[in-house]
């Protein structure tokens, strides 16, 4: 079992920063990507970054490229999510999610986080 903790999430307006962290725990040498997903009301849950257990392969949705940047600490057990030039529509709960390989399918992670809020008013 890998238990998992979202912090860092709030409130930002428009143009503004906000580091997101994950902690990890139980057996986390048996899911070792690590990846970041959104779910805004209504809409489904959306894959953000992933990140491999050496850091040296990252992923990001389109919409997030060249504004955020995922990274990890494995001696901390820590992935991190830097926001930058947060948009509205940004705006959404952010859940980390780990597994024993690369997806941007919500559905093949299996150990989830409980998510963090963040907002972001225009």
């Known amino acids: 079992q890998v238990q998992l903790v979202e912090s860092g999430g709030g409130l930002v307006q428009g143009g503004g920063s906000l580091r997101l962290s994950c902690a990890a725990s139980g057996r986390t040498g048996s899911s070792s990507y690590m990846g970041w997903f959104r779910q805004a009301p209504g809409k489904e849950r959306d894959f953000v970054a992933g990140i491999s257990w050496s850091g040296g392969d990252t992923a990001y949705a389109d919409s997030v490229k060249g504004r955020f940047t995922i990274s990890r600490d494995n001696a901390r057990n820590t992935v991190y999510l830097q926001m930058n030039s947060l948009k509205p529509e940004d705006t959404a709960v952010y859940y980390c999610?780990?597994?024993?390989?690369?997806?941007?399918?919500?559905?093949?992670?299996?150990?989830w986080g409980q998510g963090t809020q963040v907002t972001v008013s225009s």
């Open positions: 999610a780990a597994r024993r390989f690369y997806s941007r399918r919500a559905y093949e992670y299996e150990y």
